[in-house]
């Protein structure tokens, strides 16, 4: 081992930088020749790779139960809105009128909404609708915010003033008096009205969330100095600054998506969302919410779902946050 050691992540990959450098050759000097690095271990052993932020995330994610939990709960979600009938055999639309508003039967646990239908089907195929609009407009709005936020923060001018004054014009409509007025001019009852409306107000947070880390990121010495070498923006961009920049985003977009799944609902409820023959959960909740005191049942377990999923979004933000911030550390 030379005499002389730095650690070769520290040049150029946002480790430490010129600072990281300047402590090595301060430790360098004080070492007696022949002295093992700082964390190099006992004579012999391996020298470790350090491990990046990716890793210690991972590593303090899989030790949370708050992660695992919501984790295990997202995925059986995921799973039933993919294939409802592995457990759900009824059809949601099956109505059998004798039987409206009963409760709880042998085969129907959940009872029967208004036209005898079993919520319990109903309650299971509402996650298809709910998880297909959260993912898709988080993905649409983390793609379309992340690009133009990390555009307007890495290149400045006129572009980043332009995106953040429509970004300011955003911020200003009302959600859901917006979702009114938008949705009440379509006419189509697929998810993708709902989807396209909660991307386009959905995407300047995130804008503004990735403008500043990029903003940030690049004024870091490793990205100075692969400028200094001669790196083109594009490599600056995906090599250098994206993946020190992504952190944030990932985290908003996470906390985001279970408040995306929550407006869904919320829009549905109100008439401007989801419309039938499609399965929702808002659409359920809007229709029990008359017969709350005669029927509460075929309130209480839409809105359950609902609930428990909105949660198990927000505690794996939380804990996805929590892990990525060095703040927190």
């Known amino acids: ?17 010129s600072a990281a450098l300047a402590i090595g050759e301060a430790e360098s000097l004080e070492r007696r020749p022949g002295a093992a690095p700082p964390g190099a271990g ?11 932020l990716w890793s210690d995330a991972w590593h303090d994610l899989y030790r949370n139960p708050v992660f695992v939990l919501s984790a295990l709960v997202i995925v059986f979600l995921v799973v039933i809105a993919i294939w409802p009938q592995l457990i759900a055999t009824g059809n949601p639309y099956r109505a059998d009128l004798a039987k409206a508003q009963q409760g709880s039967q042998p085969g129907h646990p959940f009872g029967f909404d208004t036209q005898g ?13 709910s998880i297909t609009v959260g993912v898709c407009a988080t993905t649409g709005a983390a793609l379309l915010g992340g690009l133009l936020g990390g555009l307007a923060g890495f290149f400045g001018g006129w572009g980043d003033t332009l995106l953040s004054r429509l970004a300011d014009i955003f911020f200003g409509i ?15 009852t697929t998810v993708w009205p ?11 947070q995130i804008s503004r969330i990735a403008r500043g880390s990029v903003v940030t990121a690049k004024q870091n010495d490793y990205v100075q100095a692969a400028r200094a070498l001669g790196a083109g923006n594009r490599r600056l961009l995906l090599r250098h600054i994206a993946p020190n920049a992504v952190a944030p985003v990932i985290v908003v977009a996470t906390i985001a998506l279970g ?35 005669t029927a509460p049942h075929m309130l209480l377990w839409p809105a359950g779902a609902l609930s428990i999923t909105v949660l198990a979004f927000i505690l794996l933000g939380d804990a996805v946050r929590d892990a990525l911030d060095p703040k927190l550390r």
Do not use: C
Not at 117 to 129: E, K, N, P, Q
């Open 42 to 52: 006992p004579p012999g052993a391996p020298v470790g790779k350090p491990r990046s």
């Open 117 to 129: 239908r079993d919520v319990y089907t109903r309650v299971v195929y509402g996650a298809r609708a």
């Open 1 to 17: 081992m030379p005499e002389s050691y730095v650690p070769k992540e520290a040049i150029g990959h946002g480790d430490g930088g």
């Open 194 to 204: 709902v989807v396209g409306f909660i991307v386009l107000l959905g995407w300047p």
């Open 174 to 188: 009302p959600v859901i008096l917006g979702g009114l007025v938008f949705l009440s001019m379509v006419t189509n």
């Open 259 to 293: 408040t995306f799944i929550a407006l869904e609902a919320t829009l549905s409820y109100l008439g401007a969302g989801l419309k039938p023959p499609t399965v929702s959960w808002g659409i359920d909740i809007s229709t029990a919410s008359t017969y709350i005191r």
